[in-house]
């Protein structure tokens, strides 16, 4: 069984069963055989009940995002949106299973075609600190695109999944479609990636179990998508809007308590602007309001575990006598609460500098010129996501160039759009979701060659 604690209270609220192997083998079983009816169906019906899933997920935004805030802490707000998101995602790849359009090429001596075909059954693995609207990104182009299946959400956070799951046969959709097996990485998500039923592995997490499940799917040349981790710059220039950079700097890394791989946690200040930037950040973060995520003027709740919580101590203890910085206050007691913090006067090359801390954790770090900005922005192994500064739109597109990362924002931290493409370079992972071509990240191109020669006259 998996024990489901309330990160905000340490205390138990349900009990799940975990899956086993036999477990996976059977729910595999069960999505191949609806998968062939589901994709054998018109496009206009299964684009129907996509929509239709999507509507009852709609009436039920508020449950959904209670379960959030239990299982996960996150804060009342940003539970709605990522229900919400689950929505808007489904609705968007409805939208694309009338248009998973194959092509016609043009060739000598017949008519050339390509169809656009599913791929079977695809098995998703999704992580703790969006177990939401990550699920999402997989599920519903996969079932657009005519596949099946499987949800291994994180063990921490299996209770909105589950409730999703419910959902969708309430919608309407086929039994065995879309299954959700929660379980424990090593048996069940292990399960997952060898099975031989298995088409492809959706999976966000660590670089380091990403590394060890695209071992795994080599063997089988399964496909794979990764979304890995990050250490994002926030990269202000002098030439900048101060105040509205260092007004948004908290949330950039704040969000979900920093337990986000898009977190903006190296922030990279022009040396000239650095002590002003400096003074309109601190009180930015000592205002942060930290506590209760039920409460609706709660900005940022506690972390996931106490593991997690002894992890980015670790990495503040490490750096403290070296450091200076800037501190918010987090509440005492029970929970597994760490106060927004700033570590200033770091070496670039420090720990806290270079890796991923996934908790509510920054550094400031200065450079000299454009050039610095650039080296530093991309010192480092992973390249997810990032944000520039500056009113110099020639400068912006320059550095949106050069910095090394899948998604960047220019005067902003907006890093995921469900109608544009997301995914990193480097060690932060291996193909694209969202986006127009979600779909077809689900699919198998076939080409049929036709001859129109006939017999000699």
């Not at 996509?50 to 209670?66: G, K, N, Q, S, Y």
């Not at 109608?419 to 049929?448: H, I």
Request: net charge negative.
């Amino acid at each position: 069984m998996l024990q489901v604690l309330n990160p905000a209270t340490e205390e138990p609220v349900a009990t799940v069963p975990a899956a086993t192997p036999a477990d996976v083998d059977a729910a595999v079983a069960r999505a191949g055989a609806a998968q062939r009816g589901w994709a054998a169906a018109a496009p206009a019906d299964r684009a129907r009940l996509l929509r239709r899933f999507a509507a009852v997920v709609d009436d039920h935004i508020e449950e959904l995002a209670r379960l959030e805030v239990t299982e996960a802490g996150h804060t009342i707000g940003n539970a709605r949106w990522e229900a919400g998101n689950v929505r808007d995602l489904l609705d968007f790849a409805a939208g694309g299973v009338e248009r998973l359009n194959g092509r016609q090429i043009p060739v000598a001596g017949g008519l050339d075609i390509t169809i656009l075909e599913p791929l079977g059954v695809v098995g998703v693995i999704a992580p703790w600190n969006f177990p939401m609207p990550i699920a999402a990104w997989a599920t519903a182009p996969a079932l657009a695109a005519g596949n099946a299946v499987l949800l291994k959400p994180a063990e921490t956070t299996p209770l909105t999944a589950l409730r999703l799951a419910e959902l969708a046969l309430e919608a309407g959709l086929p039994e065995g479609l879309f299954q959700v097996l929660p379980g424990t990485g090593p048996v069940a998500g292990n399960a997952l990636v060898e099975h031989p039923g298995i088409a492809k592995i959706v999976f966000t997490g660590s670089t380091r179990v990403g590394k060890s499940i695209m071992a795994k799917c080599a063997d089988q040349v399964k496909r794979v998508t990764l979304e890995l981790g990050g250490k994002s710059p926030n990269i202000v220039f002098a030439d900048a809007d101060l105040e509205a950079a260092a007004a948004a700097a908290p949330m950039s890394f704040l969000d979900n308590s920093g337990q986000d791989c898009c977190a903006r946690t190296r922030i990279l200040v022009q040396r000239s602007a650095y002590d002003r930037f400096l003074e309109l950040l601190a009180p930015a973060i000592e205002e942060i309001v930290v506590g209760d995520p039920a409460d609706e003027r709660t900005q940022m709740g506690p972390l996931i575990s106490r593991a997690q919580l002894d992890r980015v101590r670790s990495y503040v203890t490490d750096a403290a006598e070296h450091a200076a910085g800037i501190r918010g206050k987090a509440p005492e007691g029970p929970g597994f609460w760490f106060p927004p913090t700033v570590l200033t006067g770091v070496a670039e090359n420090a720990p806290c500098a270079v890796e991923e801390i996934f908790g509510p954790v920054a550094v400031v770090l200065p450079f000299e010129d454009e050039a610095d900005a650039i080296r530093l922005a991309n010192a480092t192994e992973y390249g997810l996501s990032g944000s520039i500064w500056t009113r110099d739109v020639g400068r912006a597109l320059r550095a949106s160039r050069a910095v090394r990362a899948g998604n960047l924002s220019v005067n902003s931290h907006s890093s995921v759009r469900y109608w544009t493409p997301f995914g990193g370079y480097q060690q932060s992972g291996l193909g694209r979701e969202l986006g127009p071509d979600a779909l077809t990240a689900f699919t198998e191109t076939k080409n049929v060659f036709i001859s129109t020669e006939g017999p000699a006259l």
